[in-house]
């Protein structure tokens, strides 16, 4: 495990990557792009005019007659009597078109900028805001990197990473970008939700340091025909990439196990591409990690969105002003409200195909034999993309991703505390759902010996099941007593939130937010831990 | 595929030197793995497996060996047909001689005990490959040998292995399908073979065919049952993996796991039939595997508790049979497939 010190500076000598050339190779990804997308459609009249056609009728739904509809509707009436030519200049256009939007920038003077200022702001806006119940910590204390980072270093040089961690927050690229800082990795590029790019700042360095940008909104097969193309392309020329396989931020904080293997899979893609191409360093790397947060700047939002969503109907949001104030939360106050630390934890790293994969960069089999990665792809010698084949290789990837995300999950003590706390509560309603549950009038209220019990029967769980590598525990969890620890959460469970989650009052706890208990516990939710919380079931 | 492949086949029981022969009936180099070399030489020289397929007559193109080298080298099909407790051992040694191109289709009918796993997780474990399938149907290997009609299904997520089952097997009296559920066919072959025991019992009671049908009838909601709990899909159980698999098995007097639910009901000992079958009954041990599953799970599967009561809890087929009438009696369950009350 690899624990910082308080520096600026990277703990490993940088290595340099393609990211730092990018801008020189701009238009010819474009270009690239275009031409395969062409070549893709075989430059058949019908497959252009159909992905043209089910653009346009795509963009003026959704457009409903604002600004730019007019261009589409055009485009829709008078395609049918265009010659084959002009529907291929029209399609390059377009292909050209989304290309230049999604495709990033990078300026090396905003990273050294940013590589200097980044790691002081965080230490900044990390201080204590509120009494200082935590001692002071210093930054490298508070984001710690552990698991295979030596192998991640090693594989960067061996051929591109593609980084698939967990997402928890709109903080997850940035904490990221500071830890690959640090292990002396070059940026990586990674796709940013369009409506990221709202905030000055955030655009600002994001524009500038290998972002690019993924417009949700735009869900025509052209546009995410060309939106794979380009990570396909990116990924074949060796730019180290980052994807978010969970999707958006998620929600109910659980470990995240249905995973959109889309982008993912254009690493296998690109594998291919580069065998074909006879590429000296042909691999991709895919390295699975996991954030692991005390506390999540947009919890309240996260679970209340969570709730609707599971709930629909059934679930009514009694508290519009919260769900308001969490859209106006601006990023920046969000980020001064965090005060606190987290783990980043990288997995084993693996080949396209699931394998794990060491610093020598040798895929190996479940009984240590090396594997030849290039054999999944062969066909009479030589290698060859097969897409049904290869969205399975990619399906079977996601399961392998999955796995490694619940056996490097990191316990830490809001988790334990707050699944104690929940569990005790819903164990003492048999039988009742969530939503009622969460509307039950009065705050429920533990004593305090019968939570200690509790938290000491599931540590004692969570010890085996870490001593088996079914997860992982965090430094407290690990040595603490149930009494520190539950005096460490319950002052971390006041520091950001609206409303503490949980308070201690004499001998008795009281849980004061129950819907973000259920989001922090939710977390270790899937162990089968239920059954050793609260024999009890009693209210005190 | 070219017309002729070098193809391997793992197992040298019944069922492998059959589909051994439909292999090499379409022209295919056969090479095919037997345990004992002195088998393997028996079989090169007489052009005959004496001890699991007598009386059938092998084409020259098959080639008996005791190497698993020998057998993989330059094939890039691999069947296996082993018993499944051994499929572990072999296939971990076998991934020595594999790598990702290969296509493994299993013709086994079992689950391992204590993980619950079945065979194409373990193939996915003990090797390299992930091009995986499971080969499963009405499949008695004397008939099949024989040239009567059948068919087949190829189960793979991977359409490549579906291909290549249906490219090397079929035949103008041998059929073959493919389907993407491989859960659902490799639970479909294994939990029948509980159901064909079973069978037996009530045959061998005396029973006729009201008894069979409520059996079979009653023993494929209870498959359907436990195989959507894995992740299957219901419907894979009404093709010829489920009840097609079910109906040979529990009607045949060929079927081994019938043979041991016959003569349990005619009072026989269960280690005296083992012994005396020569070959593997698998409905045994999974049957074992089931029912401590079923138990520990909570998923409610009479016909299977009935016939492990008889094997390893002492029951007569009677006591068992009795239990098995009294099961939700007076309930008012109402089992969601076929919207009938449960009595069994």
Same mark, same amino acid.
């Given at each position: 495990?690899?624990?910082?010190?308080?520096?600026?500076?990277?703990?490993?000598?940088?290595?340099?990557?393609?990211?730092?050339?990018?801008?020189?190779?701009?238009?010819?990804?474009?270009?690239?792009?275009?031409?395969?997308?062409?070549?893709?459609?075989?430059?058949?009249?019908?497959? %252009?005019?159909?992905?043209?056609?089910?653009?346009?009728?795509?963009?003026?739904?959704?457009?409903?007659?604002?600004?730019?509809?007019?261009?589409?509707?055009?485009?829709?009436?008078?395609?049918?009597?265009?010659?084959?030519?002009?529907?291929?200049?029209?399609? *390059?256009?377009?292909?050209?078109?989304?290309?230049?939007?999604?495709?990033?920038?990078?300026?090396?003077?905003?990273?050294?900028?940013?590589?200097?200022?980044?790691?002081?702001?965080?230490?900044?806006?990390?201080?204590?805001?509120?009494?200082?119940?935590?001692?002071?910590?210093?930054?490298?204390?508070? @984001?710690?990197?552990?698991?295979?980072?030596?192998?991640? *270093?090693?594989?960067?040089? $061996?051929?591109?990473?593609?980084?698939?961690?967990?997402?928890?927050?709109?903080?997850?690229?940035?904490?990221?970008?500071?830890?690959?800082?640090?292990?002396?990795?070059?940026?990586?590029?990674?796709?940013?939700?369009?409506?990221?790019?709202?905030?000055?700042?955030?655009?600002?360095?994001?524009?500038?340091?290998?972002?690019?940008?993924?417009?949700?909104?735009?869900?025509?097969?052209?546009? $995410?025909?060309?939106?794979?193309?380009?990570?396909?392309?990116?990924?074949?020329?060796?730019?180290?990439?980052?994807?978010?396989?969970?999707?958006?931020?998620?929600?109910?904080?659980?470990?995240?196990?249905?995973?959109?293997?889309?982008?993912?899979?254009?690493?296998?893609?690109?594998?291919?591409?580069?065998?074909?191409?006879?590429?000296?360093?042909?691999?991709?790397?895919?390295?699975?990690?996991?954030?692991?947060?005390?506390?999540?700047?947009?919890?309240?939002?996260?679970?209340?969105?969570?709730?609707?969503?599971?709930?629909?109907?059934?679930?009514?949001?009694?508290?519009?002003?919260?769900?308001?104030?969490?859209?106006?939360?601006?990023?920046?106050?969000?980020?001064?409200?965090?005060?606190?630390?987290?783990? @980043?934890?990288?997995?084993?790293?693996?080949?396209?195909?699931?394998?794990?994969?060491?610093?020598?960069?040798?895929?190996?089999?479940?009984?240590?034999?090396?594997?030849?990665?290039?054999?999944?792809?062969?066909?009479?010698?030589?290698?060859?993309?097969?897409?049904?084949?290869?969205?399975?290789?990619?399906?079977?990837?996601?399961?392998?991703?999955?796995?490694?995300?619940?056996?490097?999950?990191?316990?830490?003590?809001?988790?334990?505390?707050?699944?104690?706390?929940?569990?005790?509560?819903?164990?003492?309603?048999?039988?009742?759902?969530?939503?009622?549950?969460?509307?039950?009038?009065?705050?429920?209220?533990?004593?305090?010996?019968?939570?200690?019990?509790?938290?000491? *029967?599931?540590?004692?769980?969570?010890?085996?099941?870490?001593?088996?590598?079914?997860?992982?525990?965090?430094?407290?969890?690990?040595?603490?007593?149930?009494?520190?620890?539950?005096?460490?959460?319950?002052?971390?469970?006041?520091?950001?939130?609206?409303?503490?989650?949980?308070?201690?009052?004499?001998?008795?706890?009281?849980?004061?937010?129950? $819907?973000?208990?259920?989001?922090?516990?939710?977390?270790?939710?899937?162990?089968?831990?239920?059954?050793?919380?609260?024999?009890?079931?009693? %209210?005190? | 595929?070219?017309?002729?492949?070098?193809?391997?086949?793992?197992?040298?029981?019944?069922?492998?030197?059959?589909?051994?022969?439909?292999?090499?009936?379409?022209?295919?180099?056969?090479?095919?793995?037997?345990?004992?070399?002195?088998?393997?030489?028996?079989?090169?020289?007489?052009?005959?497996?004496?001890?699991?397929?007598?009386?059938?007559?092998?084409?020259?193109?098959?080639?008996?060996?005791?190497?698993?080298?020998?057998?993989?080298?330059?094939?890039?099909?691999?069947?296996?047909?082993?018993?499944?407790?051994?499929?572990?051992?072999?296939?971990?040694?076998?991934?020595?001689?594999?790598?990702?191109?290969?296509?493994?289709?299993?013709?086994?009918?079992?689950?391992?005990?204590?993980?619950?796993?079945?065979?194409?997780?373990?193939?996915?474990?003990?090797?390299?490959?992930?091009?995986?399938?499971?080969?499963?149907?009405?499949?008695?290997?004397?008939?099949?040998?024989?040239?009567?009609?059948?068919?087949?299904?190829?189960?793979?997520?991977?359409?490549?292995?579906?291909?290549?089952?249906?490219?090397?097997?079929?035949?103008?009296?041998?059929?073959?399908?493919?389907?993407?559920?491989?859960?659902?066919?490799?639970?479909?072959?294994?939990?029948?073979?509980?159901?064909?025991?079973?069978?037996?019992?009530?045959?061998?009671?005396?029973?006729?065919?009201?008894?069979?049908?409520?059996?079979?009838?009653?023993?494929?909601?209870?498959?359907?049952?436990?195989?959507?709990?894995?992740?299957?899909?219901?419907?894979?159980?009404?093709?010829?993996?489920?009840?097609?698999?079910?109906?040979?098995?529990?009607?045949?007097?060929?079927?081994?796991?019938?043979?041991?639910?016959?003569?349990?009901?005619?009072?026989?000992?269960?280690?005296?039939?083992?012994?005396?079958?020569?070959?593997?009954?698998?409905?045994?041990?999974?049957?074992?595997?089931?029912?401590?599953?079923?138990?520990?799970?909570?998923?409610?599967?009479?016909?299977?508790?009935?016939?492990?009561?008889?094997?390893?809890?002492?029951?007569?087929?009677?006591?068992?049979?009795?239990?098995?009438?009294?099961?939700?009696?007076?309930?008012?369950?109402?089992?969601?497939?076929?919207?009938?009350?449960?009595?069994?």
């Amino acid at each position: 495990m690899i624990e910082w010190g308080p520096m600026t500076a990277p703990i490993h000598p940088p290595l340099s990557g393609r990211i730092f050339s990018f801008n020189a190779e701009r238009e010819a990804i474009v270009a690239d792009v275009v031409e395969r997308e062409l070549a893709r459609k075989g430059h058949a009249e019908q497959a %252009l005019e159909l992905a043209i056609n089910e653009a346009a009728l795509h963009e003026i739904a959704r457009l409903e007659g604002g600004p730019g509809s007019d261009r589409w509707r055009e485009i829709y009436r008078t395609l049918g009597k265009k010659a084959l030519s002009d529907k291929e200049a029209l399609f *390059r256009s377009l292909v050209a078109e989304a290309a230049r939007d999604i495709v990033g920038n990078f300026d090396p003077k905003v990273y050294r900028f940013a590589t200097s200022v980044v790691p002081y702001l965080l230490s900044f806006i990390m201080k204590p805001q509120g009494p200082a119940q935590l001692p002071a910590q210093r930054l490298s204390e508070r @984001i710690q990197a552990q698991g295979e980072t030596e192998a991640v *270093r090693a594989l960067a040089q $061996k051929g591109t990473v593609i980084l698939v961690p967990t997402h928890s927050s709109n903080l997850d690229s940035i904490v990221i970008g500071y830890a690959l800082y640090q292990l002396g990795l070059p940026p990586f590029t990674y796709g940013a939700g369009k409506n990221l790019f709202s905030n000055f700042l955030l655009t600002y360095f994001m524009n500038n340091l290998g972002a690019y940008k993924v417009d949700r909104r735009l869900g025509y097969a052209l546009y $995410k025909d060309v939106l794979k193309a380009y990570s396909t392309v990116i990924l074949e020329r060796g730019y180290h990439s980052l994807f978010f396989p969970g999707g958006g931020r998620c929600r109910s904080n659980a470990i995240e196990s249905r995973l959109k293997l889309g982008l993912v899979g254009t690493g296998l893609a690109a594998y291919i591409n580069n065998l074909r191409a006879n590429k000296p360093q042909p691999d991709l790397f895919v390295v699975p990690a996991t954030l692991n947060y005390h506390l999540v700047l947009e919890a309240e939002t996260l679970i209340d969105d969570q709730l609707q969503r599971v709930g629909r109907s059934r679930y009514i949001i009694e508290d519009d002003e919260s769900t308001q104030a969490g859209r106006i939360w601006s990023f920046a106050n969000q980020m001064l409200r965090l005060d606190t630390s987290m783990v @980043i934890r990288f997995g084993t790293p693996l080949d396209c195909f699931g394998n794990p994969v060491g610093a020598d960069g040798v895929s190996r089999d479940r009984r240590g034999r090396p594997v030849d990665r290039r054999t999944y792809v062969l066909r009479d010698g030589e290698p060859r993309h097969q897409p049904q084949r290869d969205a399975e290789y990619t399906r079977e990837l996601g399961q392998v991703i999955a796995e490694s995300y619940r056996t490097n999950t990191v316990v830490l003590v809001t988790h334990l505390v707050a699944f104690a706390l929940y569990q005790l509560f819903q164990q003492s309603h048999p039988g009742m759902d969530v939503f009622r549950l969460l509307r039950l009038p009065e705050d429920p209220v533990f004593n305090v010996r019968t939570v200690l019990e509790t938290i000491d *029967r599931l540590r004692e769980r969570l010890q085996r099941m870490a001593e088996h590598g079914v997860l992982v525990l965090g430094r407290e969890v690990q040595t603490a007593t149930s009494a520190t620890l539950l005096d460490m959460a319950l002052p971390i469970f006041s520091l950001y939130h609206t409303r503490p989650l949980a308070v201690r009052e004499g001998d008795d706890v009281v849980l004061t937010d129950r $819907k973000l208990l259920l989001y922090y516990h939710n977390r270790l939710t899937g162990y089968g831990l239920e059954e050793v919380v609260a024999p009890e079931r009693v %209210l005190a | 595929m070219t017309a002729s492949t070098r193809v391997a086949v793992i197992g040298g029981g019944s069922w492998g030197t059959t589909v051994a022969g439909l292999i090499a009936a379409n022209g295919h180099e056969v090479r095919l793995w037997m345990r004992d070399p002195g088998q393997a030489a028996q079989l090169n020289a007489s052009r005959q497996n004496a001890r699991y397929l007598p009386g059938v007559t092998l084409p020259p193109n098959i080639e008996a060996t005791a190497s698993l080298e020998d057998a993989a080298y330059g094939c890039q099909t691999l069947f296996l047909m082993v018993p499944s407790h051994s499929l572990r051992a072999i296939a971990g040694e076998l991934g020595d001689y594999l790598d990702g191109s290969r296509i493994l289709i299993h013709g086994i009918k079992g689950i391992e005990p204590a993980s619950f796993k079945r065979m194409s997780q373990l193939l996915r474990e003990e090797t390299c490959c992930r091009q995986i399938g499971v080969m499963s149907g009405p499949n008695l290997a004397k008939e099949v040998a024989a040239g009567h009609p059948s068919a087949t299904v190829i189960a793979s997520r991977f359409q490549e292995v579906i291909d290549a089952g249906i490219e090397l097997l079929k035949s103008k009296t041998f059929r073959v399908y493919g389907n993407d559920d491989v859960v659902g066919t490799e639970l479909g072959g294994s939990l029948k073979n509980v159901l064909a025991i079973a069978s037996g019992l009530a045959h061998g009671l005396g029973f006729g065919d009201n008894t069979m049908a409520l059996l079979l009838t009653r023993g494929l909601t209870e498959m359907t049952r436990l195989g959507t709990s894995l992740g299957a899909h219901p419907q894979t159980f009404s093709g010829l993996s489920g009840i097609g698999d079910l109906m040979a098995t529990c009607f045949s007097p060929l079927s081994r796991n019938y043979q041991v639910g016959f003569r349990l009901a005619k009072g026989e000992a269960l280690e005296a039939i083992t012994a005396d079958l020569r070959q593997v009954a698998e409905g045994v041990r999974t049957t074992q595997t089931v029912a401590e599953y079923a138990r520990a799970h909570g998923v409610y599967m009479p016909i299977t508790e009935g016939v492990y009561r008889v094997l390893f809890e002492g029951f007569t087929p009677k006591e068992a049979l009795a239990a098995l009438l009294e099961a939700g009696r007076g309930s008012s369950e109402v089992d969601a497939p076929a919207r009938e009350i449960s009595i069994l």
